[in-house]
């Protein structure tokens, strides 16, 4: 049974927790989308960062790295996009702001709260209807559109960040998964669940959701120290042998939700206990790798009928032709 007591809930107000589910931290993100641009092929690679020059944010992702390939840097900071927007004035929220102006070639301006997720019940008797949540079908959507080369460039440009991101949260088993009480309340995928961290000293009171969410590593991770952490990943975790299905990834980590997300103590603020803490370090590094390498895998799948002719053999860093000097600046 769900108890969002008194105490918890003043926990949560004290510590300025809204409960929505947010995804991977930035490091989450960035690990799973430098982990698919290592492993995309030459032609892919040419594909994703000609897409994402016709992005708006295109040179603000450029300057957040410290060099390198520019469409390197601009796909891996492209990943933490659609949670950024979440801050972004542009962007709106939908029944509790105003609409703001439309971004050419962008659908609308809506940051899609809804998208991150699905709250399917870990009681398969539970009796909600149709959980909320689009995360699976707009995979399916935004794969299309990245795909599509008839489609517009803006058009491809807001999809691709999408896609990206949605692959890794899909990857979280707190994205896929909630508990409901007896009168059909979610714990909207442990956004409603007070724990206490003792292996975070800066939150050591969070969410269960929020927990998940940081371990796999500091926001600020990028450049040298992301490429070591993927380094690190990559040679411990191979490749899955299953690869684009959706519906797949949402399975698996809905099972790992029920599993092993929740904290066992019956207590209403439960602490996490070095053991569960562990495992928990385990399941989140071996999803957001195993997420890169299935978003390469789509990538590969969808752009194969896009990609430009002659582009460089597999593994040749063919991005590398878009430089920092010849970008569109307006774009």
Same mark, same amino acid.
Do not use: C, M, N
């Given at each position: 049974m769900l108890r969002r007591s008194a105490k918890a809930f003043l926990l949560l107000?004290?510590?300025g927790f809204v409960p929505t589910a947010a995804a991977w931290n930035a490091a989450g993100h960035r690990i799973s989308a430098m982990i698919a641009w290592e492993n995309l092929d030459g032609a892919s690679r040419l594909?994703?960062?000609m897409i994402l020059r016709a992005h708006p944010d295109f040179d603000r992702w450029l300057a957040r790295s410290k060099g390198g390939d520019p469409g390197q840097s601009a796909f891996v900071e492209a990943s933490t996009w659609p949670d950024d927007i979440r801050r972004d004035?542009?962007?709106?929220?939908?029944?509790?702001?105003e609409p703001t102006p439309t971004l050419d070639g962008f659908p609308d301006m809506e940051r899609r709260l809804d998208w991150h997720y699905v709250d399917r019940p870990l009681d398969p008797a539970a009796n909600i209807g149709a959980p909320a949540g689009e995360i699976e079908r707009q995979i399916h959507r935004l794969a299309g559109v990245v795909g599509n080369p008839r489609t517009s460039p803006a058009e491809r440009a807001y999809a691709l960040p999408w896609l990206v991101h949605l692959v890794g949260d899909a990857h979280q088993p707190l994205h896929a998964a909630s508990r409901y009480s007896a009168d059909g309340r979610s714990d909207q995928g442990g956004n409603a669940v007070v724990i206490v961290n003792p292996f975070n000293t800066? #939150?050591?009171v969070t969410t =269960?959701? +929020?927990?998940?969410?940081d371990l796999p590593g500091p926001p600020w991770l990028r450049d040298s120290r992301l490429a070591a952490a993927v380094g690190g990943l990559t040679a411990r975790y191979p490749a899955p042998r299953n690869g684009t299905a959706a519906t797949l990834w949402l399975n698996e980590s809905w099972r790992l939700a029920g599993d092993h997300a929740y904290p066992p103590s019956g207590d209403e603020v439960p602490?996490?206990?070095?053991?569960?803490?562990?495992q928990?370090?385990?399941i989140a590094n071996r999803r957001?790798?195993?997420?890169? #390498?299935?978003?390469?895998? =789509?990538? +590969?799948?969808?752009?194969?009928?896009?990609?430009?002719?002659?582009?460089?053999?597999?593994g040749q860093p063919a991005a590398r032709a878009v430089s920092r000097e010849t970008r569109s600046s307006g774009h």
């Open positions: 107000l004290l510590l594909a994703v960062t004035r542009r962007f709106y929220t939908a029944g509790s702001e800066r #939150y050591p =269960l959701h +929020r927990y998940w969410d602490t996490i206990s070095p053991g569960f803490h562990q928990a370090l385990e957001v790798t195993e997420a890169g #390498y299935r978003l390469a895998a =789509l990538l +590969r799948t969808v752009l194969a009928s896009s990609v430009a002719p002659g582009a460089d053999a597999p």
